[in-house]
Structure formats: structure tokens, C-alpha cells
Antibody
């Protein structure tokens, strides 16, 4: 069974940092691109970042570029999101999501974790 | 960046109704369009990918169509478990934007 479990969320002050983790199991993690998607309280979904299976390709939303860093450790079946210079508007539930597409087929997110809440407040 | 819009933003419907949600991209995205369902407090669930491909395990009452800039999600006969918020997402660009969502609630 595919499982994605996020951790690392919590309360942080503006300007602070936080590192989120996503532990993957039930599939060959090293074969899949992975993503972070967030959802502010009462708001819609916002794609944050993606990383290819071998970390060769990394992309960020404009809203987090230069502040957030996505990475992965295929030996540990884990995905990470290092968040620096946090702002109140970064407050959200952060989900990790798997992308099963390959070979140029359209990307889509077929499995999602349960999410971890990040609150940025003084 | 590619912007996504959805209409309506919300709708009220009854069990058994046929429901149609529209998604529009700010530029052509071919068939690189996905649909997700989200219930309160839960993670999103993939329904349709590549505009019209039904994700495994998703009931056949859900269908998707469209290409280019205009897309549609149709629920042929609304069931009680279908009351939720629906999001479209484009994957044509490496910046994979979502639409603002359409909330479907009970009339």
C-alpha cells in the first residue's frame, strides 16, 4: 500500500525556518517525481515545488522561489522541504504528493499524504 | 505563468443531478489537465488525468473532456459522497497551477 506521511510542521515566527519531511513507503520511491502542495486555511490548493526522481529537475512556484528548497534522499525514501524566511502567508497545510507520470506523459498527482500544518505567527 | 479559472465557484445540486464544472486555462495546455476532489479535512483525491482518463478506482459517473483551453468535469448522477470541492490543475507548464475550486453542496 502506498503511504506518504508528512512531518515537521508547527508554529514558527516570521523570518524563521522549518524543515518538512515526507516519508514514503509501499512503492519504489526512487522511480517517481514528487511534489509539495499547500493549502492555506479556508483557501484553495497551491502547488509549491516539484523534484524529479533523480533530483535532476527542480521547480518552484514564484511565491516561494529563493526561500524554499526541495530535496530528496532516495536511500531513505524521503522527501524534504526546507522553508526559510517564512512569512504569515506561508501558513498552510503542506501535502506531499506523488507523480506517476514518466516519458513525457502528462504529470498528475495520484497519492497524497495527510498533510502537516505550518503556522507562521509571532 | 498559466492561470486557471473555474466556473461556477459553487453550486447547489440534488442527489441524482447531472453536474458540470468548467475549467479554463489562460493559454492552450493541450490535454494536460487533471481534476481532483477534496472533502473537508482530507487530502485531495485524483479523479481524472490527461483531461479524460479516469483514475483507477474512481466511479464511472465521473468523466472529463476538453482540450486546448476549455475543459469540463461531469458527474452524471450526483451521489451523497460527491459533495465536495473540485479543483482542476494544469501540468502543461512545469509550474503546475491549480484552479480556485468549485464547491458542490446539497440543495
Amino acid at each position: 500500500e502506498v503511504q506518504l506521511v508528512e512531518s515537521g510542521g508547527g508554529l514558527v515566527k516570521p523570518g524563521g525556518s522549518l524543515r518538512l519531511s515526507c516519508a514514503a513507503s509501499g512503492f519504489t520511491f526512487s522511480s517517481y517525481s514528487m511534489n509539495w502542495v499547500r493549502q492555506a486555511p479556508g483557501k484553495g490548493l497551491e502547488w509549491v515545488s516539484s523534484i524529479s526522481s533523480s533530483s535532476s529537475y527542480i521547480y518552484y512556484a514564484d511565491s516561494v522561489k529563493g526561500r524554499f528548497t526541495i530535496s530528496r534522499d532516495n536511500a531513505k525514501n524521503s522527501l524534504y522541504l526546507q522553508m526559510n524566511s517564512l512569512r504569515a502567508e506561508d501558513t498552510a497545510v503542506y501535502y506531499c504528493a506523488r507523480d506517476p507520470s514518466s516519458g513525457g506523459s502528462p504529470a498528475h498527482f495520484d497519492y497524497w499524504g495527510q498533510g502537516t500544518l505550518v503556522t507562521v505567527s509571532s | 505563468d498559466i492561470q486557471m479559472t473555474q466556473s461556477p465557484s459553487s453550486l447547489s445540486a440534488s442527489v441524482g443531478d447531472r453536474v458540470t464544472i468548467t475549467c479554463r486555462a489562460s493559454q492552450s495546455i493541450s490535454s494536460y489537465l487533471n481534476w481532483y476532489q477534496q472533502k473537508p479535512g482530507k487530502a485531495p483525491k485524483l479523479l481524472i488525468y490527461a483531461a479524460s482518463s479516469l483514475q483507477s478506482g474512481v466511479p464511472s459517473r465521473f468523466s472529463g473532456s476538453g482540450s486546448g483551453t476549455d475543459f469540463t468535469l461531469t458527474i452524471s448522477s450526483l451521489q451523497p459522497e460527491d459533495f465536495a470541492t473540485y479543483y482542476c490543475q494544469q501540468s502543461y507548464s512545469t509550474l503546475r497551477t491549480f484552479g480556485p475550486g468549485t464547491k458542490v453542496d446539497i440543495k
